[in-house]
């Protein structure tokens, strides 16, 4: 099993920042894709960022140029660092991971951390 503990959420101003952190810990061998995923009040989970194990990365157009993802294998942790943010980007954040837990490759989602951007 595979748990992940997710932090760095809370309330800031448009235009501020915040950096959530998410590290996998549990009987795990190996860390594969590792990503971000957000919903806001109303509406449905949507995609964010995701890395790789490679280091290359996607993201949502939405957040181009104002949120990097990055990761450190060593402490299986994945990071985003949220600049010039909006209202719209409120919601709460969740961490993905997929994960070889020493049985089988698995998706394994962080209990969400709110983000709050005020105007």
């Known amino acids: 099993q595979v748990q992940l503990a997710e932090s760095g959420g809370g309330l800031v101003q448009a235009g501020g920042s915040l950096r959530l952190s998410c590290a996998a810990s549990?009987?795990?061998?190996?860390?594969?894709?590792m990503g971000w995923y957000r919903q806001a009040p109303g509406n449905q989970r949507e995609f964010v960022a995701r890395i790789f194990r490679d280091g290359s990365t996607n993201s949502a157009d939405s957040i181009k140029g104002r949120f990097t993802i990055s990761r450190d294998s060593a402490k299986n942790t994945v990071y985003l660092q949220m600049n010039s943010l909006k209202p719209e980007d409120t919601g709460v954040y969740y961490c993905?991971?997929?994960?070889?837990?020493?049985?089988?490759?698995?998706?394994?989602w962080g209990q969400g951390t709110q983000v709050t951007v005020s105007s």
């Open positions: 993905n991971v997929f994960a070889f837990d020493s049985v089988q490759w698995s998706d394994y």
């Open positions: 549990g009987r795990t061998i190996r860390i594969g894709t």
